[in-house]
């Protein structure tokens, strides 16, 4: 036989009982906000099949999950990553009501701060009186950009925002605090 003991956290076990069915939509062009995104569902548990390209995935996946987890880099002067325009939209017309929303987004603070993450404010814009609610804001101190339609509340992003460009030391802690806070709303 096997000798020795096995101990776990029943905490863990009791988190992920109670988790909502979470899913990461995100769209990613150089592969940083796939990276971020893997980073989350790292973070929170989830598993690799809950994790969707939105560039290949139908919207009505979201049906599956009462929380989904939307991230996108921001193009260009604000624009949506290009696989986010189809999916956006047949986003906004699914079924909303009752499910919880977490935004993230990868954004340049300096090459491009008046626009800085603009693509989360995008969705989060889209979205907004469609019955969903959002959580996970994330207050904007610490951060170096100009504007953002992201930031909602004077003080506070949307969602939490990632800048790899120039603030690479700060991705990690970022998401950690990010993620602990979201365990505690979902």
């Known amino acids: ?3 020795g003991t096995f101990t776990f956290d029943r905490s863990l076990i009791k988190t992920i009982h ?4 979470t899913g990461i939509f995100y769209g990613s062009t150089t592969g940083v906000t796939e990276s971020i995104a893997e980073q989350i569902a790292s ?22 999950y009462e929380v989904l987890i939307l991230g996108s880099s921001t193009w260009g002067t604000g624009d949506l990553q290009d696989d986010w325009y189809d999916f956006l939209d047949t986003l ?16 340049d603070g300096c090459g491009f701060g ?14 907004q009186g469609l019955g969903c609610t959002f959580t ?11 504007a953002s339609t992201a930031e909602v509340n004077n ?19 970022r998401i950690k605090s990010w993620t602990e806070a979201l365990k505690k709303t979902l």
């Open 18 to 21: 109670e988790m909502k069915k």
């Open 136 to 146: 996970g804001s994330v207050e904007t101190a610490g951060y170096g950009y100009d």
């Open 1 to 3: 036989g096997i000798a």
């Open 114 to 127: 008046g626009t800085f993450c603009d693509a989360v404010g995008t969705i989060y814009e889209k979205l």
């Open 43 to 64: 973070k929170l548990g989830i598993t690799s099949s809950d994790v969707h390209n939105v560039g290949n995935t139908n919207a009505n996946t979201i049906e599956d």
């Open 155 to 173: 003080g506070e992003f949307v969602g939490l925002l990632i800048d790899e460009n120039n603030e690479a030391d700060k991705t990690e802690e």
């Open 92 to 107: 906004a017309a699914c079924n909303l009501h009752g499910k919880t929303i977490a935004l993230f987004g990868c954004g």
